[in-house]
């Protein structure tokens, strides 16, 4: 287990580490690539630049499409004023409380990354009530060590440049880890690791790496319109609300007690309400192969299952969420072994898909 540990933790944190950002996936998509390219029967880029890799069997069987999303949640440059500081719109949901003091990376034209911080009036000149109010998004700037419009723009910046946050993943112990965009890297890394080692026997497989889910499940649902699967799995995080001061009940899943099967996510299950074959398929191959398991009903948000779900015909869908804490944050967390059993789950479920148990 250690082995496969330390290897699965390599690939995550390559992948947590790339640069993202919704609408500006080049550098995530490449290094995706690069991975797929080994393994699959063939491998391409869709007109929106979702990467769809193919692996088929034998015979002539089901089509299985599994999604995760390979973009994150950032920021793009709204406004430069005159002593060069910058101005952010959000791209995806953000919570404010998180953005003050980080630390960001913004990607220029050219490629190149100019790095800079979010700045804040220090405690010393903060009144009583000011040092209880979170301070809105909007109202925040970023320092990028410019003292001029004119300077700003001579280092490449403009108007619509995107941002992520400048965070690097770490390992906290032999299984537990932390990084910024866990969500949906630890989903790609599940689908990378279950695909180089799934051999269907009559499954055509497609392993869809998703864009702009952060921003209302864009990528997968054209995906999901070119490839027309029989059914699919979306492989996502979930919330891991198992930390002080929350009651047992609404934790929603737990760190390390294995992958979260889907039942139904969103406000009022508005998001996904799982199709039965695909949730009760992936209970019993959990039952049988001995693989740990949770249930989630997630009540806020959603994952590319819900759109590929109800695209052409309608695919019966559902998910496998990977327990993850402090999500759209910085420092989202996870237990590698809930990954691993994640990817092992998603592979041993595929194999059991068959047209005659669709059909029945
Ligand atoms: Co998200
Ligand atoms: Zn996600």
């Given at each position: 287990?250690?082995?496969?540990?330390?290897?699965?933790?390599?690939?995550?944190?390559?992948?947590?580490?790339?640069?993202?950002?919704?609408?500006?996936?080049?550098?995530?998509?490449?290094?995706?690539?690069?991975?797929?390219?080994?393994?699959?029967?063939?491998?391409?880029?869709?007109?929106?630049?979702?990467?769809?890799?193919?692996?088929?069997?034998?015979?002539?069987?089901?089509?299985?499409?599994?999604?995760?999303?390979?973009?994150?949640?950032?920021?793009?440059?709204?406004?430069?004023?005159?002593?060069?500081?910058?101005?952010?719109?959000?791209?995806?949901?953000?919570?404010?409380?998180?953005?003050?003091?980080?630390?960001?990376?913004?990607?220029?034209?050219?490629?190149?990354?100019?790095?800079?911080?979010?700045?804040?009036?220090?405690?010393?000149?903060?009144?009583?009530?000011?040092?209880?109010?979170?301070?809105?998004?909007?109202?925040?700037?970023?320092?990028?060590?410019?003292?001029?419009?004119?300077?700003?723009?001579?280092?490449?910046?403009?108007?619509?440049?995107?941002?992520?946050?400048?965070?690097?993943?770490?390992?906290?112990?032999?299984?537990?880890?932390?990084?910024?965009?866990?969500?949906?890297?630890?989903?790609?890394?599940?689908?990378?690791?279950?695909?180089?080692?799934?051999?269907?026997?009559?499954?055509?497989?497609?392993?869809?790496?998703?864009?702009?889910?952060?921003?209302?499940?864009?990528?997968?649902?054209?995906?999901?319109?070119q490839l027309r699967p029989d059914a699919a799995i979306a492989l996502d995080v979930t919330t891991a609300n198992d930390v002080p001061d929350v009651p047992p009940q609404d934790k929603v899943v737990?760190?390390?007690?294995?992958?979260?099967?889907?039942?139904?996510?969103?406000?009022?299950?508005?998001?996904?309400?799982?199709?039965?074959?695909?949730?009760?398929?992936?209970?019993?191959?959990?039952?049988?192969?001995?693989?740990?398991?949770?249930?989630?009903?997630?009540?806020?948000?959603?994952?590319?299952?819900?759109?590929?779900?109800?695209?052409?015909?309608?695919?019966?869908?559902?998910?496998?969420?990977?327990?993850?804490?402090?999500?759209?944050?910085?420092?989202?967390?996870?237990?590698?072994?809930?990954?691993?059993?994640?990817?092992?789950?998603?592979?041993?479920?595929?194999?059991?898909?068959?047209?005659?148990?669709?059909?029945?």
């Amino acid at each position: 287990m250690s082995r496969e540990l330390d290897e699965f933790w390599a690939l995550l944190k390559k992948l947590s580490d790339a640069f993202g950002v919704s609408g500006f996936e080049d550098e995530i998509r490449g290094i995706i690539l690069d991975e797929l390219r080994s393994v699959a029967d063939e491998v391409r880029v869709d007109k929106w630049g979702n990467v769809v890799a193919v692996k088929r069997g034998q015979r002539d069987g089901a089509k299985v499409m599994w999604a995760a999303h390979m973009d994150e949640i950032g920021f793009l440059v709204r406004a430069i004023d005159d002593k060069g500081f910058l101005y952010l719109a959000p791209v995806g949901g953000w919570s404010d409380r998180v953005v003050p003091a980080q630390r960001l990376r913004i990607r220029l034209d050219n490629g190149r990354t100019i790095y800079g911080v979010v700045g804040m009036k220090p405690p010393h000149l903060l009144s009583p009530e000011e040092q209880k109010q979170v301070i809105p998004l909007n109202k925040l700037f970023v320092d990028i060590g410019a003292s001029s419009r004119e300077e700003a723009e001579k280092m490449g910046l403009r108007v619509g440049l995107p941002v992520d946050l400048d965070r690097e993943a770490g390992r906290l112990t032999e299984t537990r880890v932390t990084g910024k965009a866990f969500d949906d890297r630890v989903g790609v890394a599940v689908m990378l690791w279950a695909f180089r080692n799934i051999d269907p026997d009559e499954q055509t497989v497609y392993a869809v790496a998703t864009v702009q889910e952060e921003v209302g499940l864009k990528g997968a649902r054209i995906a999901a319109y070119q490839l027309r699967p029989d059914a699919a799995i979306a492989l996502d995080v979930t919330t891991a609300n198992d930390v002080p001061d929350v009651p047992p009940q609404d934790k929603v899943v737990e760190l390390g007690k294995g992958p979260a099967i889907k039942v139904a996510d969103g406000r009022g299950a508005s998001g996904l309400i799982a199709h039965p074959k695909i949730f009760h398929l992936l209970v019993e191959t959990a039952k049988e192969e001995g693989i740990p398991y949770q249930l989630e009903l997630l009540p806020g948000g959603t994952t590319d299952a819900a759109a590929i779900a109800f695209t052409v015909e309608g695919v019966p869908a559902g998910a496998i969420s990977i327990p993850t804490r402090y999500i759209h944050s910085p420092v989202e967390l996870l237990d590698l072994r809930d990954a691993l059993n994640s990817a092992k789950l998603l592979e041993k479920a595929t194999l059991r898909i068959t047209k005659q148990y669709l059909e029945q």
